[in-house]
């Protein structure tokens, strides 16, 4: 009884520290306009792991995905630019989205 | 006779006494932790920070890079400055001196992450003292709060290695550092610690007038720390602003054209209020 109640508070004290983890790392996406017709965003996480793999998507006015995708090996995520406004969001979980207003998207 | 010989004895002593505050290698640019890159300009000026005293003319350096990297498994950049470089004149509020500035272009400057900017300057001589000062100098930025190399040694002769991010300082943080001679930690060294206390004007290559603090005493100009037996020190912010460390003689190199050479380790910090 006194091993399971061991293992029941080791597995507890687990879960708190993990979700810890997962709660202090910020999500963090920045793009800019390369100026060719391209648009390059990148990201990462505040604790400077990387965003490999991060779901990417760019949307239209109408709120559409209009593109998808991922951030590559580097956290980096690169596109043609839609005609129109547009907006790119950053998608690595709940509570770890960023949206990014194209018309702040500069070069 | 003897009064006279008193008297000059006297007037050394008190001579002695005046020149309290410490040279400074510069690496400057106004902000260091920046929502989004873009282009920078940086100036470099060889001077006495806290009174924005004598600035001595520097040569053109020997190295000035800047390393970059995007988060923790990113790989680091290295871009040579050097070739960037301009001379400008740099008043200080009691003379005029040779500086440098650099504007470094956005296609460099524009991605998240960490930037390390290190400056090894020509060693300049000081007459006074018939000695070789050359201050090995790093200056951090950051874009986008994405962390890089900022803990990372540059694999300089001597730098300080800090353990606290030195572009994220809240005022009345405690900043931690390590200093290195060859990659070495250096024990017991003598460490002179400075407060920029009169704001770099960018456009006219000045310091401005105004002070922001005052000094109750020459040893506040430049406080005096020590490196522990690891070679860490650490130093609570007391005010915003920028805060200059510099270990004395750290660096393994001890003479130059024949004279003795004071090679130093320089690092700058940036503290603002909450």
């Given at each position: ?13 687990l879960?708190?520290l993990?979700?810890?983890a997962a ?20 990201g990462?996480f ?15 006015d109408?709120g ?13 995520f690169?596109f ?11 998608d ?8 990014i ?7 | ?6 008297f000059?004895?006297l ?7 005046v ?11 106004p ?5 989004k890159?873009g282009?920078?300009?940086v100036?470099?000026v ?19 890079f800047?390393l970059?990297?995007?988060g923790?498994?990113g ?25 440098y ?8 400057c524009?991605?998240m992450g960490d930037?390390t ?16 000062i050359q201050?090995?100098?790093k ?18 002769k ?25 990659g ?6 003598d460490?002179?610690v400075?407060y920029?206390n ?9 310091f ?11 040893a ?20 915003a ?8 003689g ?17 690092i ?7």
């Amino acid at each position: 009884m006194k091993k399971i109640f061991t293992k029941l508070v080791v597995t507890g004290g687990l879960i708190a520290l993990s979700a810890t983890a997962a709660l202090a790392h910020s999500p963090l996406c920045s793009c800019f306009d390369n100026g060719d017709g391209t648009v390059l965003c990148e990201g990462g996480f505040s604790d400077g792991s990387s965003a490999s793999g991060v779901k990417m998507y760019v949307r239209d006015d109408s709120g559409a995905v209009v593109l998808k995708g991922a951030m590559n090996e580097n956290s980096e995520f690169e596109f043609n630019k839609p005609a129109g406004h547009y907006t790119v969001t950053f998608d690595a979980g709940e509570g770890h989205s960023i949206e990014i207003d194209g018309s702040d998207i500069v070069e | 006779m003897k009064m006279k010989v008193v008297f000059l004895n006297l007037l050394l002593a008190v001579a002695m006494a005046v020149p309290a505050s410490a040279h400074f290698q510069m690496v400057y640019t106004p902000e260091i932790a920046k929502n989004k890159g873009g282009e920078t300009e940086v100036k470099l000026v060889f001077t006495h920070p806290y009174e924005a005293g004598h600035t001595m003319g520097m040569g053109m350096p020997e190295e000035f890079f800047m390393l970059h990297q995007k988060g923790e498994e990113g790989k680091t950049k290295k871009y040579d400055l050097k070739k960037l470089l301009k001379p400008i004149t740099w008043t200080s509020l009691t003379n005029s001196g040779e500086a440098y500035e650099a504007t470094l272009p956005k296609k460099i400057c524009r991605s998240m992450g960490d930037y390390t900017l290190v400056l090894v300057p020509a060693p300049y001589y000081e007459g006074e003292e018939d000695i070789y000062i050359q201050q090995i100098t790093k200056t951090y930025m950051n874009v986008g709060g994405l962390p890089g190399n900022w803990s990372a040694p540059a694999g300089l002769k001597t730098e300080w290695l800090p353990l606290v991010k030195p572009y994220a300082m809240w005022t009345g943080m405690t900043f931690k550092a390590q200093l290195l001679s060859g990659g070495k930690p250096v024990a017991n060294a003598d460490v002179e610690v400075e407060y920029m206390n009169h704001e770099p004007d960018m456009k006219k290559n000045a310091f401005k007038k105004e002070a922001k603090s005052e000094a109750p005493q020459d040893a506040f100009v430049t406080m005096g720390v020590k490196t522990d037996a690891q070679g860490y020190v650490t130093f609570t912010v007391p005010k915003a602003g920028w805060w200059g460390f510099c270990a004395l003689g750290s660096g393994p190199d001890k003479e130059f054209k024949g004279k003795e050479l004071s090679q130093d380790a320089v690092i700058w910090i940036k503290a603002v209020d909450m």
